[in-house]
T-cell receptor, first 113, second 115 residues
Framework: DQQVKQNSPSLSVQEGRISILNCDYT??????FLWYKKYPAEGPTFLIS?????DKNEDGRFTVFLNKSAKHLSLHIVPSQPGDSAVYFC????????????FGTGTKLQVIP | KAGVTQTPRYLIKTRGQQVTLSCSPI?????VSWYQQTPGQGLQFLFE???????NKGNFPGRFSGRQFSNSRSEMNVSTLELGDSALYLC??????????????FGEGSRLTVL
């Protein structure tokens, strides 16, 4: 049962344009959402997060949007740079004390110079 | 501050053997989680330990086990290896404070190949 879904395995974007990565979830008990970036031969690194009480969080070129009614979140990267080329994982954590972090299957972003 | 350290980085085993992977978390972090990454499956949660106790467990068979020591270092073991166990095994540590935002700090992983 894939509770966090990233339906686009890959995405190609021109340098300088906007990259939009999407993520859907099914568990309404998730209350914290995160994005991780992973380069080959490295572990994932934390990028940005959002609490379920917010609908937007911004950090430099990265913005995450959360639509709770649609159980959908997206990561916007503006402007996209070649160094952003990586696999991006959406993740979610349940509410109440400590809950495990559930990851999506990832989207491979390629930014073309 | 040293990051999460995983050993070994690469290993090759044959079917039926067992393997033990090690993870040293960031100093001060008491929670250690293990994930399996395979193509098309993303990161699948194996288990999480806090203060030597398993707090969460994923949907993996009993061949997958783990433990945590008093210094927060953790090991995971896979017995009777199968070809499908070939994967990148990632360890992540996090601080123990609440509220837990879920931010995990990952190691570089141990790449297991089963022949």
């Amino acid at each position: 049962d894939q509770q966090v879904k990233q339906n686009s395995p890959s995405l190609s974007v021109q340098e300088g344009r906007i990259s939009i990565l999407n993520c859907d979830y099914t568990n309404s008990m998730f209350d914290y959402f995160l994005w991780y970036k992973k380069y080959p031969a490295e572990g994932p690194t934390f990028l940005i997060s959002i609490s379920s009480i917010k609908d937007k969080n911004e950090d430099g070129r990265f913005t995450v949007f959360l639509n709770k009614s649609a159980k959908h979140l997206s990561l916007h990267i503006v402007p996209s740079q070649p160094g952003d080329s990586a696999v991006y994982f959406c993740a979610a954590r349940g509410s109440g004390g400590y809950q495990k972090v559930t990851f999506g299957t990832g989207t491979k972003l390629q930014v073309i110079p | 501050k040293a990051g999460v350290t995983q050993t070994p980085r690469y290993l090759i085993k044959t079917r039926g053997q067992q393997v033990t992977l090690s993870c040293s978390p960031i100093s001060g972090h008491r929670s250690v989680s293990w994930y399996q990454q395979t193509p098309g499956q993303g990161l699948q949660f194996l288990f999480e330990y806090f203060s030597e106790t398993q707090r969460n467990k994923g949907n993996f068979p009993g061949r997958f086990s783990g433990r945590q020591f008093s210094n927060s270092r953790s090991e995971m073991n896979v017995s009777t290896l199968e070809l499908g166990d070939s994967a990148l095994y990632l360890c992540a540590s996090s601080s123990s404070g609440l509220p837990n935002t879920g931010e995990l700090f990952f190691g570089e992983g141990s790449r297991l190949t089963v022949l």
